[in-house]
């Protein structure tokens, strides 16, 4: 994700007004994806990389229907698993990860999601991303989870600039006011999502254009 153009580094005061705004406009933002249960949540954060939240939720309302346990879904096999997710992309290498991950959860953690960071990294097709995620929308932990939308708007706006996601990671949470951080990472996703766009950012319907750093904002 390097190479991304950082903007003009926004200051403490202009990052306090972008989240009150944010926080304003969606006080309770929560992920797309659609889930029932924490182990739910899991399996759609694993099967969403290189694939869009919509395309996840389409392929996991065939899937939860078969199997929405780890029980159910380490019965229902890779094959079973590969089959109602073969709409989305490296399903099969997702469907493997998926049926390893429903029996450690079986055989390690009571068929739990744990809360741990170090747990949830050791399971197949968990790395830190997925486990920001997990640990953000299910257990309220302050965490940032930089996906390709949050990484282009932390460097594009100065919110956060950095040379990989890592240290854009480390920076939202040097930045973002304590207040707004286990919020911070849905609204700045759900931002880079439909506002701050890749190819042709949408300046003018931005709530925080006036504060953002870009150098090239569009009308």
Not at 40 to 61: E, F, M, W
Not at 67 to 89: C, N, Q, S, V, Y
Not at 116 to 145: H, Q, S, Y
Request: hydrophobic fraction near 40%.
């Amino acid at each position: 994700m390097s190479g991304t153009p950082a903007g003009r580094r926004m200051s403490a005061d202009q990052v306090e007004a972008m989240f009150h705004r944010l926080a304003e406009a969606n006080p309770n933002p929560t992920t797309e994806l659609e889930y029932q249960t924490p182990f739910q949540l899991l399996v759609a954060v694993v099967l969403s990389a290189l694939a869009t939240d919509k395309g996840v939720n389409l392929a996991t309302r065939r899937l939860f229907a078969q199997a929405p346990t780890p029980e159910a879904m380490a019965t229902l096999g890779e094959e079973g698993i590969a089959e109602a997710i073969r709409t989305i992309g490296l399903y099969r290498n997702k469907a493997k990860n998926v049926a390893m991950l429903s029996r450690q959860l079986l055989e390690r953690h009571a068929g739990e999601v744990p809360r741990d960071r170090a747990a949830l990294e050791a399971l197949p097709g968990v790395g830190r991303k997925t486990a920001n995620v997990v640990l953000n929308t299910l257990f309220g932990e302050p965490t940032i989870a930089v996906d390709t939308h949050l990484f282009r708007l932390a460097n594009r706006t100065g919110l956060a600039p950095g040379k990989d996601v890592l240290a854009v990671e480390r920076a939202l949470l040097r930045r973002i006011p304590k207040p707004y951080l286990q919020n911070a990472h849905h609204w700045l996703i759900l931002h880079g999502r439909y506002v701050c766009v890749a190819r042709k950012p949408k300046c003018g319907q931005c709530l925080v254009r006036d504060l953002c750093g870009c150098r090239d904002k569009t009308d």
